[in-house]
């Protein structure tokens, strides 16, 4: 072949360790004998240092990412991230979603393959007629978060309550929906019968702390 090259650490003449390309070239008489070899090395060092700065960096990030998609996961709220689709004069004119967490397939009548890179009022108009978007350009705009509970009657969502967090991400949001349902039909049932003892002329009875909480053990 006459000629060979690759990249590996060598070491200079104080020992010191350096990353570096290398070319090998064999060198020959006019008629084709061997006398010897040409060697070209190039100090690589900095080039190195970044790809290993850039690699530690990447397995980072993984790891980080692998958490976050872990405690996403694990929540019981839905979750989801969209980022800002602005228009020629960059007004927001929608937001698209970028991640779900598993939990958006309980509270809404669309599997997650669906919303994903899809745009939010489009999917789900009555985040404009509710005035949510508004609320939610408010909060990139801002930065405020914006908290709000409402009761819910669309066909595409399986709760009757919830409560919406949104708090500002890059050009987007993170937004979490909680099915609060159980908790407003709890405060209704406690409503009427604090007004039903009213109209007797009652106190509604009060709850010691603790009480039916703990399991008494005899030593």
Not at 3 to 29: C, D, M, P, Q
Not at 44 to 53: G, I, M, W
Request: with cysteine; net charge neutral; glycine share 8%.
């Amino acid at each position: 072949m006459g000629r060979h090259e690759g990249e590996g650490w060598r070491l200079r003449k104080n020992g010191e360790r350096f990353w570096a390309s290398y070319v090998l070239t064999a060198i020959r008489s006019p008629s084709g004998g061997l006398i010897g070899f040409a060697k070209v090395v190039r100090d690589l060092s900095t080039r190195k240092r970044l790809e290993d700065a850039l690699l530690t960096a990447d397995a980072v990030l993984r790891r980080e990412r692998d958490r976050l998609h872990a405690a996403a996961e694990s929540s019981m709220n839905a979750l989801y991230v969209c980022e800002a689709v602005r228009d020629s004069q960059g007004e927001i004119e929608d937001f698209v979603f970028t991640y779900l967490n598993s939990n958006v397939e309980k509270m809404l009548a669309l599997p997650r393959n669906d919303l994903l890179g899809g745009r939010m009022c489009e999917l789900l108009p009555f985040n404009r007629s509710r005035g949510l978007f508004d609320a939610y350009k408010r909060v990139v705009a801002t930065g405020e978060p914006f908290v709000s509970e409402f009761p819910i009657l669309e066909s595409l969502v399986m709760s009757q309550w919830v409560r919406v967090q949104a708090l500002r991400m890059g050009d987007g949001l993170a937004i979490t929906a909680s099915d609060i349902t159980a908790l407003k039909a709890a405060e209704e049932h406690a409503a009427i019968l604090a007004k039903a003892l009213a109209n007797q002329g009652l106190q509604p009875p009060a709850v010691p702390i603790g009480s039916g909480a703990e399991e008494k053990v005899s030593a």
